[in-house]
């Protein structure tokens, strides 16, 4: 199969090594030293690539990192927006028409950047001390305490720890980068190394060769490009999964659908996975890629194959797990 994806990489691959032992062991019977390409790069390095290639893959694919201080941070921002609403109550009962009442922060989205979500938190902490400082205002006596004796200090624990989920979430990501540049440069390398192959083995061997007839492909032929088909998705509460289904497509030549999703509320063309190739006559899958944990997103493309590996990707869906 030619190089479509990033998923494509490996079974590519492994059809050029293939190919790559035939002809060395026929090039070694008729007497000849087998087949390298530039830097006396030769089969067995080629399938060290291979390997390197696939855990690169691999890695970015299953790294759940990331999803998990997501989900981690998803949760304390949602617990602390409670103790800011029952904060916001409190000092509305207890100290009304204060300033400190006027002076309240008013209550982040749970989709605000961090900056700014974090911002009114430390307003609140800062107000919060002044209140347990006050001494003025009739019928009130510090400090002033939430629901269950949560106080102060509870809160600048929780504050913390929140700025810490934070940066859990950045170093994920960062790390994340790291191995995407990683496995781009691995792909980049291999894709030049079956380049130089298809050029080397027209040169080593004869015309005629029957080896030259099954040189592996490395990019679609030119041809026309599938009609897209439409893709609808929604998470069901009582499987657990995302079901996905999709339009038929019309294509003659249609070898089979591939299903494919990024992390995220927006499809990511380099930094996907391939959930499955689906057989033409199947319309629908249900999976929890990206899905592991409440909160968690992911965005999904079906994407038309032909036979001649020409494809084209469906619409993007977004499917959210509550």
Excluded: C
């Excluded at 299953?62 to 921002?77: E, P």
């Excluded at 060769?209 to 592996?216: A, E, G, I, N």
């Excluded at 030549?253 to 063309?269: E, K, N, Q, W």
């Excluded at 929890?288 to 032909?306: E, I, R, S």
């Amino acid at each position: 199969m030619p190089i479509t994806d990033i998923g494509s990489y490996p079974p590519t691959m492994e059809q050029f090594s293939e190919h790559w032992e035939d002809v060395d062991a026929a090039l070694v019977a008729a007497g000849e030293v087998a087949l390298t390409l530039q830097g006396a790069f030769a089969s067995a390095n080629f399938d060290t690539l291979q390997t390197e290639v696939s855990d690169a893959i691999d890695l970015v694919d299953t790294d759940t990192t990331l999803t998990l201080a997501q989900a981690v941070r998803d949760g304390k921002k949602q617990a602390i927006r409670a103790r800011m609403s029952q904060m916001r109550g409190a000092v509305e009962s207890q100290l009304p028409d204060s300033q400190y009442e006027h002076a309240l922060p008013t209550l982040p989205s749970p989709d605000t950047d961090e900056s700014k979500f974090l911002r009114p938190f430390k307003t609140m902490k800062n107000l919060w001390t002044k209140v347990n400082a006050e001494v003025t205002v009739p019928g009130f006596t510090p400090p002033l305490l939430l629901q269950g004796g949560y106080a102060l200090a509870n809160f600048v624990t929780e504050l913390t720890a929140l700025q810490a989920a934070f940066d859990d979430v950045t170093a994920a990501e960062d790390d994340l980068r790291v191995n995407i540049r990683q496995r781009d440069r691995k792909m980049k390398q291999a894709f030049k190394r079956m380049k130089q192959y298809r050029v080397a083995v027209v040169q080593r061997l004869a015309p005629g060769d029957p080896l030259l007839q099954s040189v592996p492909e490395l990019s679609p032929p030119p041809g026309s490009t599938p009609d897209a088909v439409t893709l609808t998705g929604a998470w069901n509460a009582g499987t657990s999964l995302a079901d996905l289904s999709w339009t038929a497509s019309t294509e003659a030549t249609l070898d089979h659908y591939a299903l494919r999703a990024s992390s995220g509320a927006v499809y990511d063309p380099d930094n996907h996975l391939l959930v499955g190739n689906v057989a033409p006559e199947v319309l629908a899958f249900s999976t929890a890629v990206h899905l592991g944990v409440p909160g968690n997103q992911a965005t999904f493309k079906v994407f038309v194959v032909l036979t001649t590996g020409n494809e084209k990707g469906s619409n993007a869906v977004a499917v959210t797990r509550p």
